[in-house]
Every structure is written in C-alpha cells, then in structure tokens.
C-alpha cells in the first residue's frame, strides 16, 4: 500500500522544483503511477509511506510530443499508448509502435509514460532497447540559485545499472530527444510467459535502411534488452551487417554474434537460444518491412514467418 | 493530511468530494461512492477487474491515484446498462455464457466496451489482443470473445438484434439447448454484490498480522501498543477463543489463529480491527511477537524420515493419512509380465488464483447470532466447526453464502470466518476482512505437490498384468483436504483400466509449506497424469499405438474396479474414439512417426500467440462497411 500525506500535481516546471525543494528527501516523483502503485505490495517493498508524492504527468513541457525535422521530442510523461494511435510519431519511430503493442496491456499503455519507463532503469524494459537504437538523449534539468539548468545525457550512458541511472537529487527527467527514422525497416521482438502484462525474457529492436539496389543495409540500429544488468546497442552487429552484401549468411552469422553478451542473472542457455532465433527473425522482418526480398532459406523464412 | 478535491462527472452525475490523498481511483469510486461493480482482482494492474473509463479511455482503476480524477469523466460498468437496459454488449454476455463466476465480467465488459468503440469492425485477433488485459478464470475465454463478436455484429447489422434473445427450446428440453444462465444480468451490469462488496453500518475493517516463519515457537505476543492506538476497535489473539480451537475437513488441526507456535509462512497470528483501513494496517506493526525458529521441513521425502522435525504433536511421523489398496497378487502379476516399466512422476503445487480474493462480513445479530457472510463452499460444515470453536449453540451460528467468485475448491476450508466470528463477538460491530491478491495466494490452500512411482507390468501384447503405485504428497502445515485427496487419488491411481493385480499407496504428509487442499479432480489429476503419461511410454516400448494400449486394457460395462465398485456403463471406449476422430489422429506408435506429423495444426486447432493485429494492413476497416 502506498501511503503519502499529500498528493501534489505541479502545473510547470517551476513548480514541480519548487515542490521538490519544499519537501527534500520527503518527496517520490510519479507519472503515470503504474509501476510504483503495485511495487508498494506485500512481497515487493510492502508498505510504503511517502509524506509527498509530486505527480508530474500534467505538466506541459513533460507531454511534448514533436517530429521535427531529424529529431522527435518526447515529453517524459508521453505515455506509451501514443506510439500506436499517433501516425506521425509511428513513422517517425517506426520500431515504436511494434515495442507498443508488446507493452503490458492498452489500458496501462494509457498511462505508463516513456519516462518511467526510462527512469525504473529495469534490465527488462521494453521500451529502452528501441529508444536506445533511436540514439535517444535523455533531456535532464534542474532548478539550481533560482535558474533552471538543464543537460542532455545519452540513454546508453543514462542508464547505470538494474534500478541505478545517472540522475540526480535535484533533478528530473523532462523528455527524450530521438533520432527520426523514417523510412526503415522495424521489428521487435520480446518473449515472456504470456502475451499481455508480462516482463521480457528478452526484447530486441532492430531497425535496417537499405540501400537504393535493396541489397545491402546502409544504416542497421539494434538494441537488446533482458540479457545482462543493462539493455544495450549492438554496434558491432551493425557493422558487420553494413560491411558488405545482404546474404543468408551475413544475417546468420550476424544472429550469432550477440549470443556471447548474455550474461543475465538466470536461464541464460534458454536466453541464448532464442537470442539467435530473436535475431534471425528480426532481421528478416526488418529488411521485408525496408522493402527487401527474402533473404534466409525458405524453410527459415517460413519458420519465422 | 490535506485531502485531495475531486469534482468529476461519475456515470453522467457531477460530484463533489475530498478524497484521502493515498486512495487509489478505485478505493474512491467502490469506498467513498458505493460503484462496488468495480472489483479489486489484484490491486497491480495483471487481473483487469477494476477497469474504468476516465475520459473515454479504458485504465485500470487500482493503478491510478485518486487524485488523477479531478476534473474528468469517469464511466464504470453501472454506466453501461441506461435505465436498466442493458448495453448490447451485456446482453451478448448474457447470451453467449461468457458469465460464470462473474467477478472479472464487468471488467472484461467495460475492456469489450472498449474494444469495439475503438474499432466497431475487429476482428477476433484483435479483439483478444484489446482484452489482453483482463483476466477471466472460468470461462477459457472463447465465450468471451463469441460474445463480443457476437455484439459487433448486432451493432454492424451484420446479424439481427434477435440473435441476442434467448433460442426457443421444446418446453423442459434443457440438455443440448442453448439456456441462458439467470444470474448473468446481474454479473454483466455489476450489480451483483460479492463480500468485499457488502458493508454495514458502523462496520469496521480487519487486517491480519501473518508469520514471517516457516516454523517458530511463538514465546509471546504482546498487543499493549496495538490496542492503545487511537481508532483501534479490537485485536484478536488464539486467547479469544472461548471453545475448543481447531478446524479441518478431516481432522481439526488447525486453531483459528497460531497457538503456541507456527507452521507455514503467513499463518494467521493475531489481527486488528479499525473504522479506517489504514489504522488496522498500521497498528499490525505495534503488535509485537517473538518468536524462537525452530527447524523447519519443506519436503514431503524428507519429512517422512526418522528424525524429521515434526509439526503436530498427534502425528510425530508427520503423517495426515496413508491409503492402501491391495488386489490380486502383486508378484505373480509382475512375474507373469513380459515388460516392466518404472517411472517417476512430480507434480507441482498449484494456486486456485479464482479473481475473488478472500473476504468475508461477520456481525453478531439483535438476537446474538454470530453471523458470517462469505464465499465458503461449505457453509454447513463450517457452521458446526465454528459452534464448537466459540463455544456457542448450533442455533447461534449463522453462515450465509456470498457470491462465490471462482473457488475451485480453494474456499472450502473455513481459514479467516472463525477470526471475523471472534472480532465481531468482541466488538459487537460489523466486521469485514477482504483479503490482498498477496495474502490469498501466500496463506490459503493449495493443489497438492506430489512425487508417484510407477511400476507397470505388460504383456507384450499391451495387456496390464499389474501396477504398483506409491504417491508421496505434500500436505503442508495443515490437514485441510489431505484425507479426502489421498482416498480420491488412491482410488482412481490405477485408471479406468481393468488391471487384475494392483497395489496402490498414497500418503499424505505434513510440512512446513502452503497447506494443500481441495483443488478440482480432487488428487486425480495427479494420478492421472502419472497413469496416462506412464500409458504412452509402455505404448512406445511394446511399438502399440497410444490408444490402442487404452482400448486393451479399458474398463468395459459391468466392470469392477479395484475399489469393488461395479460400474453398469463405462464410456471410456467411446471418449477414447471421439477424441481420436476430433484430434485427426495419426495412427501407430509414437516411434514409427517421422519428422512431421499430419495430425498436428489444421481446422479447430488454434496457433499460437501473436500480437500487432492491429497493425496489419487487414486491421482497418473493410472498405463496403464504411459509412
């Protein structure tokens, strides 16, 4: 059970920093709660008792939502259910809608936010591998002698460890500042025990751009999630799929390459197995939605079909 | 505490109203506004039965703080059904037999509401996909869904409105008829009042304070603070028992709250009571009780043995009950036997997880009736246990059964109305417990683990010429159910097989986990399993079509079966030949198949999970059905 004394929701930012220095080591910042409600439970942290919780999710810089140019803005408070009914963020972030749709359940997609996602820094989020191979920058600030100051830090460097980000005391998360990708090819997989409402195993986004002849990837973007203490890019992957023609072989010793990073605290023999089968599968996907043929054996692309 | 203003529009009325900042929306709509057709399934947004509209979108109402309110719309389920019609959705419910215990239905109505408004076209991918969050346990869902697709049709005109009315039947021709369940109206709308639903004036909430100990001495308990706290009402202890304690089906094992020491982790120890939910939680935390641990078993083997630590003082080998069977000769039977095969078979505790949660309203009456109301599926019995237990005349014992939200079995052992019973005699006031998800699953009973060893002899032709069988199961902390699971497993240990020489041993046996109880079939499905897995490996070894081996040794008419009970029909042969006509069987033993099989996928087999229905291109809707 959550207990708190008072329960205050800043109309700006100014407010929300002033709240924050008004009760100092007394406060707890919610948005969309969906996390921080079941986490105060018995068997989880139990009773909580917070003198006051500062809900952030109505104030206006927090709800951005902008595509421009080659970047797209999200408001820290945007919830996830956008992704899949705003047409211009899903063209903009193409492996978004499908992260979306994996995403709990449509009604906690209402109002489970991207920040929150961002901020719980689990090693299973689902939205942070996607967000990752969109080059997303976390955009921080913080009041500080009256006057705003703000910073931008990269999710990847963001993120610390299971639970542990890089942010501070004083300040919060206001938005995401991510690379626009229009035009390539997504996909996104993620398994757990269940369809709805359920916390990966493993999640993996990858996004392709082909190249005029469609028979190579200029631009390859893929994160995974759930194998180690944080989510994390590919690079090397992404390299090596760039380096020369798209071949069943190339997709196939790129499927490989990922396997050696599992390194989670449990089934990491059942992780590898479908780290590989994730990989295989996602690249076919992503290069048919970037308008590629079929590149893996028949029997392979039936199978993963 | 400063409250939090909500001025909103409920179900299409304005309100007005100061809320306690650390209600959730759906503590102020069933608490403050008496909107009880919204359910508390799990309080962490996985069981969808609190599903709300807050400004046209669908949320889960446990998940989001009162004070988000302030200013919208808010639609539950008493919404749906205008002037007590009810929505075409509801109506769908009711005709398809989507309701059977109906606690999650009104949200997995609202979740259907939600789903065609969103698309008034989708398909059924996509409406499993929309209603992904919303837990059902009776139903297998597919009701559900022909329920939904059936409403999407009235509303298209694809099907007429009739199609919602009730099939004529032949007067009192009710088997193979479509009948439509008489308590569905009141479960579609939400009306219909479970225990957590039900208050009374002046009526106080409980909260139990549990074990944190598998097994503990309890050397004292001290409620001085507890009972000193402001707004505290009454705190109970194993001391407030004025009769004989003990409950149990089989034997009266367990006291109404820990005496003397505790056996499983979350065993009830004593228990508060306050006008204000919060009060009785937090005075839980002044309650202060040592405990000296003492060494615990957790394994039905290990409890078996010499020198185990032993839980009750009665059954110093730890055992609740042991069940023996013994037909023909064993020996000859294995000697005249050209195979033999042993295996060995787990299975696993199971949780009930009906979306009910535990609870209960107890009050003593004008007359001094101490009067229970809860979903117990075994009122009589309880009534008789709690006489003796408050040491009260039969007459002044009341049990009145609530609406049972999924049981399964699970609420048949009286684990929390002997404690409602006591506060309410000591307050002389209403009392209501509703149990969380957490303490549901953490304290009540479950599926009985077990371990059998199988040992089958056969013919080479498949004939059975003997088994022995000794199933090992956990019991837990408490007799509960065991006796009657241990008679049920041992009778049917062997199958509907007619096999000349059985011997069958099964043990229930006490330790330190969950006690187990009831839970459907009973103790066979644990038998079963370990017989009909055993069946398909004897199958495989003697080359003999699975089935084949089934149709050898089957119980035919007029059989009797190792209990020495004559049967004058047996249908198995005839289950046997539907269910290889339905599954499109592929005839020979499981060995002689090859790589693929031709009896796997095909018509009236389902694949498996997908999502993005909604993101296909065959999402949208069909071009002629545009407005």
Known sequence: ?305 | MPDVRIEATINGRRIARNAKPHLRLLDFLRDDLGHTGTKEGCGAGECGTCSVFVDGVLLKSCLVPAAKAQGTTIETVEGLAKAGELSVLQQAFHKAGASQCGYCIPGMVMAATAALRANPFAGREEIKERLGGNICRCTGYQKIFDAVELARDVTNGRRPASALAEEDQADGAFIGANVRRLDAPSKVSGALKYAGDMVMPHMLHMAVLRSPHAHARIVSIDTSQAEAMAGVEGVITCADVPGVDGFGVFVHDQPIMARGKVRYVGEQVAAVASEDPLIARRALAKIKVVYEPLPAVFDAHEAMKSGAPALHEYAPDNLVKHIPIRVGDIAKGFADSDLIVEETYSTQQVEHAYLEPEAGLAYVDHDGVVTILSPSQNITHHRHMLSRIIAQPINKVRFIMSPVGGGFGGKEDMVYQGMLALMAMKTRRPVRLVFTREESIITTAKRHPSRTTYKMGLTRDGRITAVEITMISDGGAYGMSTEGVMRKAAILAAGPYAIPNVKVDTYGVYTNNTPSGAFRSFGALQSQFATETHLDICAEKLGLDPFEIRRINAMRDGATTHTKQTLKSVSLTRALDAAEKAARWEAGAPISRGTTRSDLGGEGTRPSCTLGARLAPSATRPKSEVA
């Open chain 1, 1 to 305: 059970m959550l207990i708190c004394d008072e329960y205050l929701m800043p109309a700006s930012l100014d407010e929300a920093f002033d709240a924050m220095s008004a009760h100092r080591g007394q406060h707890r910042i919610i948005a969309g709660a969906t996390d921080t409600l079941p986490w105060a439970r018995e068997g989880r942290a139990g009773d909580v008792e917070v003198p006051v919780l500062i809900d952030v999710s109505k104030i206006p810089e927090l709800n951005e939502r902008r595509v421009d140019g080659a970047h797209v803005r999200l408001g820290a408070a945007v919830p996830i259910q956008r992704f899949l009914d705003d047409p211009a963020l899903a063209r903009a972030m193409p492996v978004m809608p499908q992260c979306a749709v994996w995403f709990a359940d449509d009604q906690i997609r209402e109002t489970a936010t991207i920040g929150g996602n961002v901020i719980n820094a689990s090693p299973a989020a689902d939205g942070t591998p996607p967000l990752i191979a969109h080059g997303a920058r976390v955009k921080l600030a913080a009041k500080r002698g009256g006057k705003i100051e703000r910073r931008k830090v990269a999710l990847s460097d963001f993120i610390l460890g299971p639970g542990k980000t890089a942010l501070q005391d004083d300040e919060l998360m206001v938005g995401l500042e991510c690379d626009a990708l229009p035009g390539y090819g997504a996909s996104f997989e993620k398994v757990g025990h269940r369809r709805s409402l359920v916390i990966s195993l493993v999640c993996l986004a990858v996004l392709v751009k082909l190249d005029a002849s469609k028979q190579r990837i200029a631009d390859a973007r893929l994160a995974i999630g759930g194998i180690g203490p944080v989510p994390q890019r590919l690079s090397e992957v992404e390299t090596f799929l760039c380096a020369g023609p798209l071949t069943a072989e190339r997709l196939e010793q790129a499927a490989d390459m990922p396997v050696a990073l599992v390194a989670s605290r449990s089934r990491q023999e059942y992780r590898r197995e479908v780290v590989r089968g994730f990989m295989l599968r996602a690249l076919m996907t992503a290069v048919r939605h970037a308008g590629g043929r079929d590149i893996l054996a028949p029997e392979l692309e039936a199978a993963y079909a």
